[in-house]
């Protein structure tokens, strides 16, 4: 069922900048883009999400391209507490229902 | 303001047993909706209350149930418990599950079935 991709695993120097990518080649005009995380045995965690234009809060920006097949989530200054797995996730807008579809994500290995 | 709670954070029980899970989603939060993690088969949608009504259902079998108050609290219930049903549950909520708001998760509870 998911509708995103997302490379398995990635590494990343502390203190350098995280980019981790997600393909939704499928995506309609009116589906959200959705990331989440999650640390080892915790529910996870909202960071972002967007529809057209890319977006930025106090924990990382979100890149989509024009074409809205594919998108970036950027985590500026990546710390140990950063090591997680990363959920990209596609939602359609307008529909009912808190059904979120997760993929395999990406475990991001922050190195010191 | 509070996040999502869910109680108990850990709980071992005995195949055949059933078992009763509950959250309380963010105060003002109408929807609510549950979700199963195991190691084999990641996060997997179980379903979604809102006003009281079951508006989604994930493909689980009739074993596992929930209900939702009029406070918005939910409960979720697996009755014969099997020992692949040992996993994470995770509750989650949002203020009324429309596309573009965002889902709040909880911390989880950890079923054990021995």
């Known amino acids: 069922d998911a509708k995103t991709t997302q490379p398995p695993s990635m590494d990343c120097a502390e203190g350098r900048a995280a980019n981790l990518p997600c393909n939704h080649s499928?995506?309609?005009?009116?589906?959200?883009v959705y990331w989440y995380r999650q640390i080892h045995s915790q529910g996870p965690q909202y960071i972002i999400h967007?529809?057209?234009n890319n977006e930025t809060n106090e924990m990382a920006s979100l890149i989509i391209t024009e074409d809205r097949k594919s998108s970036t989530l950027i985590l500026p200054h990546a710390t140990l507490r950063d090591t997680a797995v990363y959920y990209c996730?596609?939602?359609?807008?307008?529909?009912?229902?808190?059904?979120?579809?997760f993929g395999a994500g990406t475990i991001l290995r922050v190195k010191s | 303001k509070a996040g999502v709670t869910q109680t108990p954070r850990y709980l071992i029980k005995t195949r055949g047993q059933q078992v009763t899970l509950s959250c309380s989603p963010i105060?003002?939060?109408?929807?609510v909706s549950w979700y199963q993690q195991t190691p084999g088969q990641g996060l997997q949608f179980l379903f979604e209350?809102?006003?009281?009504?079951?508006?989604n259902k994930g493909n689980f079998p009739g074993r596992f149930s929930g209900r939702q108050f009029s406070n918005s609290r939910s409960e979720m219930n697996v009755s014969t418990l099997e020992l692949g049903d040992s996993a994470l549950y995770l509750c989650?909520?949002?203020?009324?599950?429309?596309?573009?708001?965002?889902?709040?998760f909880g911390e989880g509870s950890w079923l054990t079935v021995v």
């Open positions: 209350y809102f006003s009281e009504t079951q508006r």
């Open positions: 499928t995506i309609s005009g009116n589906e959200y």
């Open positions: 105060s003002g939060h109408r929807s």
């Open positions: 967007g529809l057209k």
């Open positions: 989650a909520s949002s203020i009324d599950g429309v596309t573009g708001n965002t889902i709040y």
């Open positions: 996730i596609v939602r359609v807008a307008g529909e009912y229902g808190n059904k979120l579809v």
